[in-house]
């Protein structure tokens, strides 16, 4: 059973230019959560959704970030207009749905690594 | 709201010496604790957990204990090996919602 995948792993973008993170949970679970780790800080929650809802995105910047889960395929991490104060691992993590037992885990993908030059 | 608070690192230790890392954490109700681990590079691999009070999580050594009296999930290890070292996250969550995260606890464990 593959584990949550993201990618890519590294990214690179210029200052102004748009960011797409995709991750893929794990089968079978159909919550993910987005966590923004800076340097050498803990990770802070950004959004949580399911299948095409976002159910929390109080962690989020109202601006220039956005995510979704779409009925197919990933979900994706957007940021506009990149600044380089958006330089951050972020991660990716999925759940199991509510009715099993261990639906409290989340379980995190290799991340991906995002620099704004 | 919710919050956790984790002992600062660095924490460096000698092979086979005992590791503790204190967690405290502030919530309404009844969360889970967790305890996450973070190899250089990596993303987060969970440790152990409890989800009720006096309960005891364990995973490779690792024990955690969760005290609602003194709100805390504190993780020991009674001897650690140079492959121990990484950074370790205290969390917790309610209802499965978002995870609220320590700061994280860097260990370095030298031969």
């Known amino acids: 059973n593959a584990g949550v995948m993201q990618n890519p792993r590294h990214l690179v973008r210029r200052r102004g230019q748009e960011a797409r993170l995709r991750c893929s949970p794990m089968?079978?679970?159909?919550?993910v959560y987005w966590y923004r780790q800076l340097p050498e800080e803990g990770l802070k929650f950004m959004v949580y959704?399911?299948?095409?809802?976002?159910?929390?995105e109080s962690g989020m910047p109202k601006e220039r970030f956005s995510a979704e889960f779409p009925k197919e395929g990933p979900s994706i991490l957007r940021i506009q207009q990149v600044v380089r104060g958006d330089s951050a691992a972020y991660f990716c993590a999925s759940s199991p749905p509510r009715r099993a037992s261990d639906s409290d885990e989340q379980y995190f993908g290799p991340g991906t690594r995002l620099t704004v030059t | 709201g919710n919050s956790v608070t984790q002992m600062e690192g660095p924490v460096t230790l000698s092979e086979e010496a005992f590791l503790t890392i204190n967690c405290t954490y502030t919530?309404?109700?009844?969360?889970?604790l967790f305890w996450y681990v973070q190899y250089p590079g990596e993303g987060l691999q969970l440790l152990l957990k409890?989800?009720?009070?006096?309960d005891k999580g364990s995973n490779k050594g690792f024990e955690a204990t969760y005290r609602k009296e003194t709100t805390s999930f504190h993780l020991e290890k009674g001897s650690v090996q140079v492959s121990d070292s990484a950074v370790y996250f205290c969390a917790l969550t309610q209802a499965g919602n978002k995870l609220t995260f320590g700061g994280g606890t860097r260990v370095l464990v030298k031969p």
């Open positions: 919530a309404t109700g009844y969360p889970s």
């Open positions: 089968k079978g679970h159909s919550h």
């Open positions: 959704l399911q299948k095409e809802n976002i159910i929390d």
């Open positions: 409890a989800t009720k009070a006096d």
